[in-house]
């Protein structure tokens, strides 16, 4: 409970939402994709946040509800990128791209906050072209979903193993009420 910091899923979240405001301010400043730009950067507040939330959650429960929230923040994230590309003509690169593999393999660390220059290095691209830079999110919100859906799998293999929240207190309830009961 609470550990989230350590998370890697959480460390990619604060780069996609601080990735996502860089983008909007850049590409999106005209005032007929207000909307729009509130929204992605809802989005990439909202996956973040609850990663945080539910890792504060004492019901199991709970926290796999919120961690699925976020898994669908960066679906509808991924979507408002493919929108842009989609709607100025410009391609959205397949999965095994050259480009997108390269992203893939980028290695996100707890330790240090990821940068677009740090990207840019690692990837050889342009990040002031916005058909890079989109991609590039497409890529970064697809990792964070697969790396969301591992963890939900943990989450759930831990409930089976472990039991939740309201099981665990029962049983001890129950324990110190009739004693333990093996």
Known sequence: MGGYKNLL?????????????????????????????????????SGKQNIVE?????????????????????????EDYEDYLRQRHLPIWDKNDPRVLKIRSFKETISKETSLSNLSKWTNLDYNNSENFANLMVCLCMKQGYLLDQLIRAKEQKF?????????????????KFGKLD
């Open 160 to 176: 089976v193993q472990e039991g939740g929240f309201r099981e665990n207190l029962f049983k001890k309830r129950r324990e110190n």
């Open 54 to 78: 539910g890792s504060k959650e004492i019901s199991s429960a709970s926290d796999m509800m919120l961690t699925s929230v976020s898994r669908a923040s960066y679906s509808e994230l991924s």
């Open 9 to 45: 899923v959480y460390r990619l979240s604060v780069t996609i939402f601080d990735f996502t405001v860089i983008f909007c301010d850049k590409y999106l400043f005209d005032l007929k994709f207000k909307r729009t730009v509130e929204q992605m950067v809802q989005a990439g507040r």
